[in-house]
């Protein structure tokens, strides 16, 4: 599965972006649609994740309640909504898809059981 990006750019803390991931066939192998992002220096990061058969979306700490994970299923796409961005949100942000089939919760943000990536975009937030 191809996971193909838009959205990103440059905003002012504060601000809001969307950025969305329209995966390129049927996603009815996929059972995880996630969120990552990578700062210079650091490792890559879950952000958030969503269960595409049902269940709770899962959110790193550092973002809940600021940003919001959505798919719409009839069009194979996935959303993230980010709102009161920080300086510290500033990465590369990557959509990913996992045909893992269910893992506890904390494993959903973790890239080892990820196996198909979109290219990133980049989100610069600045102060």
């Known amino acids: 599965v191809q996971m193909v990006k838009s959205g990103g750019g440059s905003v002012q803390a504060g601000g809001s972006l969307r950025l969305s991931c329209a995966a390129s066939?049927?996603?009815?192998?996929?059972?995880?649609m996630a969120w990552f992002r990578q700062a210079p220096g650091k490792e890559r990061e879950g952000v958030a994740s969503?269960?595409?058969?049902?269940?709770?979306?899962i959110y790193a700490d550092s973002v809940k309640g600021r940003f919001n994970i959505s798919r719409d299923s009839a069009q194979n796409t996935l959303f993230l909504q980010m709102s009161s961005l920080r300086p510290e949100d500033t990465a590369m942000y990557y959509c990913?898809?996992?045909?893992?089939?269910?893992?506890?919760?904390?494993?959903?943000?973790?890239?080892?059981?990820?196996?198909?990536w979109g290219q990133g975009t980049q989100v610069t937030v600045s102060s």
């Open positions: 990913a898809a996992a045909a893992s089939g269910w893992v506890p919760p904390p494993a959903a943000l973790s890239t080892e059981i990820y196996n198909d």
């Open positions: 066939e049927n996603t009815r192998n996929i059972y995880y």
């Open positions: 969503i269960p595409t058969r049902g269940g709770p979306e």
